[in-house]
């Protein structure tokens, strides 16, 4: 009397308390979540945390579309089992060989009864339809059934992922509050008091370190450097009191007790906001990297590779961007005047964009989640010994990349982004205190309308010839907003939606 030809009843021969029962223990769970995410975004609300509030609401968004996800499988299921090809179609591009199969509807083992009762099952459910056209159903029930349960977990474990990322990371970055703490003092101390002293650059500590020394002259031995320095004190108090010397120097002249170590806390919160969510061009890495799983190329074996070999790059990269401010100083001073302050500037990333970097995490952190996903769904799902999931050859060395990514992402990449993307041309929005943001984006926008309507009254009262001039124009998209020639950096979603 099943439906689906599987073992059971229908609904409608199922005993009403059964039902009650399982809804009760479903409605429960998802309320339970529902509140706790809700009294979450209270709490963070209530502490003036509105980035890590957008976060949790990203978090909400994936929820949903997991949701939906579900929704359309339970709808189309029916349907798609329905779609009908002929059996030469289904033996190319698989996953498993056809004889591993073949040997399980042969010789069924214990440790092989949930994989056979999938085939048995789409066997029976093909018999009324697509057995009667000599064709095979194009995705069977079960099939869905895993994809559904593949997605939810990665959406999970890149979330959980993510959430650990900026917790550990986040926690190395408030280490160095004490060095912000001294620098403050010793600065308030010294602010009534203005005394001429003179710099000898190359015997400054962060000088010797990063410029001086053997091969820090040389490109490809500085390179070298840099890749070995993300793994041991990536970030030391040097490098912390000049960059953010020249931060201070180049954005903030003149206050020299700002709370750069704040800040910088702001800000990665607010980046992390756009790291939690799985973006469209993930899911399309998903689809590609489905479809390459064939028997045989051990895909997710050589793809484990492309986030650890990024990781590396982007360590490399901003290690190689604070000796560049070194050599910029050192190559043209011997003394200066005051403190040691480097030049912040776009010319040091990659594309002249600080902002690239934040995208390779993002991939990062997505790309080691997918491999840890498919580890724990196959292990799950088909057990230790599917064929999917390879020889233990190709597992374990899997999983140390992961979790090497996972440590060194979050105590090493992360609080280096997190200091060296400050040197960029521009500073972040973050630097002024959300309601100081909100007041002086309002006002860039009312006078931007304001000189937009200006400029088209005084264009009609002389017979609307000619454009309007470059000085009135404010041009531009929305990258940030220009006040007294200080360059406001925008997230480009807030400049979509005003």
Same mark, same amino acid.
């Given at each position: 009397?099943?439906?689906?030809?599987?073992?059971?009843?229908?609904?409608?021969?199922?005993?009403?308390?059964?039902?009650?029962?399982?809804?009760?223990?479903?409605?429960?769970?998802?309320?339970?979540?529902?509140?706790?995410?809700?009294?979450?975004?209270?709490?963070?609300?209530?502490?003036?945390?509105?980035?890590?509030?957008?976060?949790?609401?990203?978090?909400?968004?994936?929820?949903?579309?997991?949701?939906?996800?579900?929704?359309?499988?339970?709808?189309?299921?029916?349907?798609?089992?329905?779609?009908?090809?002929?059996?030469?179609?289904?033996?190319?591009?698989?996953?498993?060989?056809?004889?591993?199969?073949?040997?399980?509807?042969?010789?069924?083992?214990?440790?092989?009864?949930?994989?056979?009762?999938?085939?048995?099952?789409?066997?029976?459910?093909?018999?009324?339809?697509?057995?009667?056209?000599?064709?095979?159903?194009?995705?069977?029930?079960?099939?869905?059934?895993?994809?559904?349960?593949?997605?939810?977990?990665?959406?999970?474990?890149?979330?959980?992922?993510?959430?650990?990322?900026?917790?550990?990371?986040?926690?190395?970055?408030?280490?160095?509050?004490?060095?912000?703490?001294?620098?403050?003092?010793?600065?308030?101390?010294?602010?009534?008091?203005?005394?001429?002293?003179?710099?000898?650059?190359?015997?400054?500590?962060?000088?010797?370190?990063?410029?001086?020394?053997?091969?820090?002259?040389?490109?490809?031995?500085?390179?070298?450097?840099?890749?070995?320095?993300?793994?041991?004190?990536?970030?030391?108090?040097?490098?912390?009191?000049?960059?953010?010397?020249?931060?201070?120097?180049?954005?903030?002249?003149?206050?020299?007790?700002?709370?750069?170590?704040?800040?910088?806390?702001?800000?990665?919160?607010?980046?992390?906001? #756009?790291? $939690?969510? !799985?973006?469209?061009? @993930?899911? *399309?890495?998903?689809? +590609?990297?489905? =479809?390459?799983?064939?028997?045989?190329?051990?895909?997710?074996?050589?793809?484990?590779?492309?986030?650890?070999?990024?990781?590396?790059?982007?360590?490399?990269?901003?290690?190689?961007?604070?000796?560049?401010?070194?050599?910029?100083?050192?190559?043209?001073?011997?003394?200066?005047?005051?403190?040691?302050?480097?030049?912040?500037?776009?010319?040091?990333?990659?594309?002249?964009?600080?902002?690239?970097?934040?995208?390779?995490?993002?991939?990062?952190?997505?790309?080691?989640?997918?491999?840890?996903?498919?580890?724990?769904?196959?292990?799950?799902?088909?057990?230790?010994?599917?064929?999917?999931?390879? #020889?233990? $050859?190709? !597992?374990?060395?899997? @999983?140390? *990349?992961?979790?090497? +990514?996972?440590? =060194?992402?979050?105590?090493?990449?992360?609080?280096?982004?997190?200091?060296?993307?400050?040197?960029?041309?521009?500073?972040?929005?973050?630097?002024?205190?959300?309601?100081?943001?909100?007041?002086?984006?309002?006002?860039?926008?009312?006078?931007?309308?304001?000189?937009?309507?200006?400029?088209?009254?005084?264009?009609?009262?002389?017979?609307?010839?000619?454009?309007?001039?470059?000085?009135?124009?404010?041009?531009?998209?929305?990258?940030?907003?220009?006040?007294?020639?200080?360059?406001?950096?925008?997230?480009?979603?807030?400049?979509?939606?005003?």
């Amino acid at each position: 009397m099943g439906g689906d030809g599987g073992e059971g009843t229908s609904l409608e021969f199922t005993p009403t308390w059964v039902v009650a029962a399982v809804c009760t223990v479903f409605v429960g769970i998802s309320l339970a979540l529902e509140r706790l995410l809700h009294y979450a975004g209270k709490k963070l609300k209530k502490e003036g945390r509105k980035p890590l509030f957008e976060a949790l609401q990203k978090v909400k968004e994936e929820l949903m579309l997991l949701g939906f996800i579900s929704l359309l499988l339970s709808v189309c299921q029916d349907r798609i089992v329905k779609i009908c090809v002929t059996e030469n179609t289904m033996e190319h591009f698989l996953p498993c060989p056809l004889k591993v199969k073949q040997e399980m509807i042969d010789h069924p083992k214990s440790e092989h009864l949930p994989t056979l009762r999938h085939l048995l099952k789409k066997k029976e459910s093909s018999v009324g339809y697509c057995a009667r056209k000599n064709k095979v159903p194009l995705l069977s029930g079960a099939a869905l059934h895993h994809l559904h349960i593949f997605i939810f977990i990665l959406a999970l474990v890149h979330v959980t992922f993510s959430v650990l990322t900026i917790v550990f990371g986040g926690f190395k970055i408030r280490q160095w509050k004490h060095w912000e703490t001294s620098i403050r003092q010793e600065n308030t101390n010294t602010s009534t008091v203005q005394e001429l002293t003179i710099t000898d650059v190359r015997n400054h500590d962060f000088i010797r370190k990063r410029f001086l020394g053997f091969g820090k002259r040389s490109a490809l031995l500085g390179w070298l450097y840099s890749f070995f320095k993300q793994f041991y004190g990536s970030v030391t108090q040097p490098d912390y009191v000049v960059l953010r010397s020249g931060f201070i120097t180049t954005h903030c002249k003149g206050n020299r007790i700002f709370n750069f170590h704040k800040y910088m806390i702001r800000a990665l919160e607010d980046d992390f906001r #756009k790291v $939690v969510g !799985i973006s469209w061009y @993930l899911w *399309i890495f998903v689809i +590609i990297f489905m =479809l390459l799983n064939v028997n045989g190329w051990h895909t997710y074996f050589w793809i484990a590779f492309v986030p650890l070999i990024l990781l590396l790059a982007v360590g490399t990269k901003l290690e190689h961007i604070i000796i560049q401010l070194a050599h910029e100083v050192a190559e043209k001073h011997v003394a200066i005047e005051g403190e040691l302050a480097v030049k912040p500037s776009d010319d040091h990333f990659w594309f002249h964009r600080p902002k690239m970097v934040l995208l390779f995490i993002h991939f990062i952190l997505f790309q080691n989640a997918f491999e840890i996903a498919f580890f724990f769904w196959i292990l799950v799902q088909f057990g230790f010994s599917s064929c999917i999931m390879e #020889k233990l $050859v190709y !597992i374990i060395p899997r @999983l140390i *990349i992961g979790a090497f +990514i996972q440590v =060194l992402c979050s105590y090493s990449t992360l609080p280096l982004y997190a200091l060296v993307t400050q040197m960029g041309s521009s500073f972040k929005k973050a630097i002024f205190d959300e309601h100081v943001q909100v007041g002086l984006i309002t006002w860039a926008q009312k006078a931007k309308r304001k000189r937009a309507l200006n400029v088209a009254i005084n264009d009609s009262e002389h017979g609307g010839g000619g454009g309007s001039s470059p000085r009135h124009g404010g041009g531009g998209g929305g990258g940030g907003v220009e006040l007294e020639g200080i360059r406001i950096a925008r997230d480009p979603q807030q400049s979509r939606n005003p």
